[in-house]
């Protein structure tokens, strides 16, 4: 890919100054100061609560920390059109849409409403996530909470999600010259928009555990985009153990099988027990262990993506457990105060989980542990997936 001209609006981050051995975190104030709206899901802070609690907590040095680059437009079109992204611009310079680019473009609607950074701000994701391509070229560890939005589409807002920066990643990683590139998603959603881009494609590798009947009702079973995608929709109340079971018969026997030069985990922390937008019953520990069990994989190159997480405490404490993971680094039992302070700072007045948070989101960040029965039904359709996979 080329250099900045063509990318984004700043000056690309170079690599760690100690070599390429550290994991990268991409981080942006703009996720501080911009906010959906006041009704909104993603009203809540997110990336800037994991800056904060990785700083407090001493894991976040300057040699490891980027700041994310806004794309430029032109950059976008390798997946984007350009009267899409044209109508998104104009939207952030006017704060209003036509009902005719809301039809068309999905713009100004309840999901995905126009606000004050809707261009830069889905820009600032989709940046990082192109830069993150190029600097994986030699190898390593990049992690991006900004990233994940997997639902927008080539011509069209979808699901919160503006432009589809995973998308963009992949499409940055193949030009740096990754040929075969696994995606996994833990997200409570299905990835409509990353299958809508790479269903079909034999040197990509789409896994997808998701909530079964749960928006945007996509992801069957049944559906193998062409022979790649392995769509696994998860019933209600699926806890640690059923996502054990899941990561021990599927995804690492899939990306073992596929032999990935790059893998993309899209970690998105709305399958926890506290959020407001699933059904679901892990704890964080889940999302960790997934991580853990990809890394030890060694593949060459790891790119991990923020997603869904509705609840700003859950989020952070999730998303600041998967940066220790990517470095190794022990959790300890009970924050100090300094963290303790960025989790007591947080708000979330309108949801009433966040009227009376229990003390637990306050002083750690594990939760404990949600193991149970394995669900009759998930055993089924891992049977299903894993004899897809022998056949493979």
């Known amino acids: ?9 700043t000056d690309p981050p170079q690599g760690p100054s100690d070599g390429e051995t550290r994991p990268l975190f991409f981080g942006s104030e703009i996720y501080r100061h911009s906010s959906y709206g006041a009704h909104h899901p993603l009203r809540v802070p997110r990336v800037s609560t994991v800056m904060d609690l990785s700083r407090a907590l001493g894991w976040l040095p300057p040699g490891q920390y980027r700041n994310s680059p806004r794309a430029k437009p032109a950059a976008l079109t390798i997946w984007h059109t350009p009267d899409y992204l044209s109508a998104l611009q104009e939207a952030e310079a006017r ?3 036509s009902p005719e680019t809301r039809d068309r473009h999905g713009i100004g609607t309840v999901s995905n409403p126009v606000y004050g950074e809707m261009f830069r701000r889905p820009a600032t994701a989709a ?3 192109l830069l993150a391509g190029e600097l994986l070229a030699g190898g390593g560890v990049i992690y ?3 990233g994940g939005t997997h639902h927008a589409l080539p011509d069209r807002a979808n699901g919160f999600c503006y432009l589809n920066d995973p998308v963009l990643a992949m499409l940055s990683l193949r030009r740096a010259g990754a040929q075969r590139i696994a995606y996994v998603d833990i997200d409570a959603h299905h990835c409509d928009g990353v299958e809508h881009g790479f269903a079909g494609d034999p040197d990509t590798l789409l896994i997808s555990v998701h909530e079964d009947r749960r928006w945007p009702f996509t992801g069957a079973l049944s559906d193998d985009g062409g022979g790649n995608c392995f769509n696994l929709p998860v019933p209600r109340g699926l806890n640690d ?7 021990d018969s599927l995804i690492l026997p899939a990306l073992h099988a596929f032999r990935p030069d790059a893998i993309v985990l899209q970690c998105g922390a709305d399958a926890v027990e506290e959020d407001p937008l699933s059904r679901l019953t892990l704890s964080n520990n889940a999302h960790w262990a997934v991580v853990s069990a990809i890394m030890d994989l060694n593949a060459p190159r790891l790119l991990v993506l923020g997603g ?6 859950s989020v952070g404490r999730l998303w600041t457990g998967v940066w220790a993971t990517l470095n190794g680094l022990e959790i300890p039992d009970r924050l100090p105060p300094e963290a303790e302070a960025v989790l007591r700072a947080l708000r979330w007045d309108k949801a009433r989980r966040g009227k009376n948070p229990p003390d637990h989101w306050f002083t750690t960040l594990r ?11 998930l055993r089924h359709d891992l049977g299903r997936l894993t004899a897809r996979l022998s056949r493979w």
Do not use: F
Request: aromatic share 4%; glycine share 14%; hydrophobic share 30%.
């Open 1 to 9: 890919m080329a250099g900045k001209s063509r990318i984004t609006d």
């Open 95 to 97: 704060q209003e849409v």
């Open 127 to 129: 940046g990082a996530s």
């Open 144 to 146: 991006h909470p900004g």
């Open 241 to 247: 153990s059923d996502m054990a079971l899941i990561r």
């Open 308 to 313: 869904g997480g509705y609840n700003p405490w």
């Open 367 to 377: 939760d404990a542990p949600r193991d149970g029965p394995i669900q009759s039904q």
